[in-house]
Every structure is written in C-alpha cells, then in structure tokens.
Nanobody
Framework: QLQLVESGGGLVQSGGSLRLSCTAS???????IGWFRQVPGKEREAVSC????????DSAASVKDRFTISRDNAKNTVYLQMNSLKPEDTAVYYC???????????????????WGQGTQVTVSS
C-alpha cells in the first residue's frame, strides 16, 4: 500500500514562499501526482499535478504564475514550490497519487486513490 507524507507547511507572511514535499513509501515512477488544498467548509480544490514522467504539468489558474510542481523520482518525492503567497492560499495541502497509463495528469480529486494526511499552510496578511 503506497503511503504519502506531506511536509513543509507552516506560517508565512503574505508575499513569502514555502516548499511542500510529498514523499512516498515506494517508487513513484508509475504514478501521476496531484496537489490539492482544502479550507474548512469548502470543497477540495486542485492546485497542480504532474505526470509520472514529469513531462506534463497542469496547474490551477489561480496559482499558475506562482506555484511550481516538480518531482525527483530517485527520491520518491514531489515538490510544490509556492512563491508570492497570498492569504487566500491558506489551506490544508494534500498530495495524492494514482497509477495511470493515459497521457497527462488528472486535476479531479476523484481520479486519485492514494492520499497523504495533509500539511497546513497559513499565510498572514
């Protein structure tokens, strides 16, 4: 059973940066990875995803110019570099994994089977 652990969350001032990590218990090579975020009382929102080979990336319009997803399969880790953070980025951030054979990476949370426990990101104004 694949296990995912997120880290790197915390409290940062508006305009600051954080790098989230999603580390897996086994080889991630065949898995597409997605980052999602959720605020209490709201639906989980797609942030960014990366295909298993790193060749295809998709990001939400609200973060496209500020957040960068990347992966290091040798370390079984996917990163989310978050720059120019805004208070509205405050949420619990989750990474998710799914083994797929189709091109691209899904932005719909229902497409992912494996999930981490989440890491809190708080951006103060």
């Amino acid at each position: 059973q694949l296990q995912l652990v997120e880290s790197g969350g915390g409290l940062v001032q508006s305009g600051g940066s954080l790098r989230l990590s999603c580390t897996a218990s086994e080889d991630l090579y065949y898995f597409d990875i997605g980052w999602f975020r959720q605020v209490p009382g709201k639906e989980r929102e797609a942030v960014s995803c990366i295909s298993h080979d790193g060749n295809e990336i998709d990001s939400a319009a609200s973060v496209k110019d500020r957040f960068t997803i990347s992966r290091d399969n040798a370390k079984n880790t996917v990163y989310l570099q978050m720059n120019s953070l805004k208070p509205e980025d405050t949420a619990v951030y989750y990474c998710a994994a799914e083994s797929r054979v189709t091109p691209g990476c899904p932005q719909d949370s229902i497409e992912y089977y494996y999930w981490g426990q989440g890491t809190q990101v708080t951006v103060s104004s």
